[in-house]
């Protein structure tokens, strides 16, 4: 199971395929939604972080929760 956690990008449902193609299962959820409410953690070996338009360093870009990376 991998997990892609989307923040806007054009190129989601793309990466998404990709992994697919490969065989593996994966899920695509909002990139703030809280770790808590995925399906299939148990399963989880791998997150992919799908970017979005704004850059990371403007005031208001979106973030990942921290609790989703670990930290």
Do not use: M, W
């Given at each position: 199971m991998i997990?892609i956690?989307?923040?806007?990008?054009?190129?989601?449902?793309?990466?998404?395929?990709r992994?697919?193609?490969?065989?593996v299962y994966?899920?695509?959820?909002p990139?703030?939604?809280p770790?808590?409410?995925?399906s299939?953690?148990?399963?989880l070996?791998?997150?992919?972080?799908?970017?979005?338009?704004?850059?990371v360093y403007?005031?208001?870009?979106?973030?990942?929760?921290?609790?989703n990376l670990?930290a």
């Open positions: 997990l956690l989307d923040f806007g990008s054009q190129y989601t449902q793309l990466i998404a395929r992994i697919r193609e490969e065989k994966c899920e695509i959820y990139g703030n939604k770790i808590s409410q995925f299939g953690l148990k399963d070996k791998g997150i992919v972080l799908s970017g979005g338009y704004d850059s403007i005031k208001g870009a979106p973030h990942p929760d921290k609790k670990g």
